[in-house]
């Protein structure tokens, strides 16, 4: 059985080929949401700092405004998850992304008044757009078969790379259209970014029916359609019974958190041994690369060899990336080629973390644990890139990589010994 658009209701049965065309269709319209709505965060997002400063009067405030909307993606996580388990994947998506809108239009009109605190709010609910980002590869996986369930997962993370790349460089002829208005110029990116959040809700609203989750809900066993397995506690408890997805939120927290943190101090590191503004961009463009690119390659790894393999690989990519980078030096092609492993190592962990805590917990409880997910992560990375500058300037960014790489030891150890304990599930996919 499956769910009428936008109920509970029960519909006209699927057959499997039924099941694969409605997935096919759900893939593309998330594909195509997450083109539109990946552009509207980088096209604003690299400007935050900018309009900090110039509204603040202040540098040391800068790094204010993109934590405020770290903090706003990690805070909507919950709510969000709270909603889709309770109406399904549509409404919470077009929810966040109406927020999000919202939060780019505070953003503006804190520009205009010149109001910090206001841009601090404005900047937390912008951050929902990007919790939309994130949710929407668990609403791919909804309805996948649970062999290309990590597939299904990469090629929604593969479609965030156009507004990645794109994004960035689409900021300065944002700023320029509103040239002579009352608007500034650096808020200009973020008038767009609510046009591309609206309009991306639109997409997600129209054409995501039947609703993903709720047809999932409605094919599953009669005895995983209970209600009360769909709460949050319903989901605490799935994980807190679950190795392997205790397993999984570790990966994506610490890969997340690793990647976060060394990332935003590569730019500076590269500055001290005389990088260029080019140099630096070329950098993290290759990085941005590294992450979204080659996800597809990644989900074929995690359903071929098996959750916990991949895993292993994250750990490995990530180390090694830290290796290099902390020890580049004035070397630019070593921390090139570092930033390039961080983002394939972090793509590998996002990749088959997110799989795992997919299959690791019952069907109800999944938009739960996925939305405590996703709070975990960006938690984490906000209290990871915080701590990242303190010890930039304590220690040296050397010493960041250090401490990064030693953050994957409990995970690389986690992940050997779920592998040892659970060999089944380390050897193959289980739903």
Do not use: C
Not at 379 to 385: D, Y
């Amino acid at each position: 059985m499956t769910a009428s658009p936008g109920t509970d209701r029960p519909a006209p049965p699927l057959g499997l080929p039924d099941v694969a065309r409605l997935q096919r269709r759900t893939s593309w319209v998330l594909i195509a949401g997450q083109i539109l709505g990946g552009l509207g965060v980088p096209i604003s997002i690299a400007l935050a700092p900018v309009l900090a400063t110039e509204i603040s009067g202040t540098e040391a405030l800068s790094g204010l405004a993109s934590t405020a909307a770290v903090i706003g993606t990690a805070l909507v996580s919950l709510p969000l998850a709270a909603l889709m388990t309770a109406r399904g994947r549509r409404p919470g998506l077009v929810l966040a992304y109406a927020i999000g809108a919202v939060g780019a239009g505070l953003v503006v009109l804190a520009a205009t008044i010149r109001n910090f605190p206001l841009l601090m709010l404005g900047m937390a609910a912008f951050g929902a757009a990007s919790s939309a980002n994130l949710q929407a590869r668990f609403a791919a996986a909804d309805l996948a078969a649970p062999d290309r369930r990590a597939r299904a997962i990469s090629v929604v993370v593969w479609a965030s790379t156009l507004g990645a790349v794109l994004g960035p460089n689409l900021s300065a002829p944002a700023s320029r259209s509103f040239a002579g208005t009352a608007i500034p110029e650096t808020a200009g990116p973020f008038v767009w970014a609510a046009v591309v959040f609206l309009l991306t809700g639109t997409l997600i609203g129209v054409l995501l029916r039947p609703d993903p989750l709720l047809t999932a809900r409605a094919l599953a066993a009669p005895a995983e359609q209970t209600r009360e397995g769909r709460s949050l506690r319903a989901g605490f408890a799935a994980v807190k019974a679950s190795p392997r997805a205790r397993l999984a939120l570790v990966t994506v927290a610490v890969s997340h958190t690793v990647m976060v943190s060394i990332m935003v101090m590569t730019p500076m590191d590269l500055g001290h041994h005389g990088a260029g503004l080019e140099l630096v961009g070329l950098v993290i463009s290759i990085h941005i690369a590294g992450m979204f690119a080659f996800s597809p390659l990644m989900g074929w790894l995690a359903d071929r060899l098996g959750r916990l393999s991949v895993i292993g690989l994250a750990a490995g990519l990530l180390s090694v990336a830290a290796l290099l980078a902390g020890t580049a030096g004035p070397s630019h092609g070593r921390s090139m080629l570092g930033l390039f492993l961080l983002g394939l190592g972090w793509s590998a962990g996002m990749v088959s973390g997110s799989a795992l805590l997919t299959d690791s917990v019952p069907q109800p409880a999944r938009a739960a644990v996925q939305g405590l997910s996703d709070l975990t992560m960006n938690a984490s990375a906000g209290v990871g890139g915080a701590a990242a500058g303190l010890v930039m300037s304590q220690a040296g960014y050397g010493w960041l990589n250090a401490v990064g790489a030693a953050l994957l030891l409990p995970m690389a150890a986690l992940a050997l010994f779920t592998a040892r304990r659970h060999p089944v599930a380390a050897k193959g996919v289980t739903g």
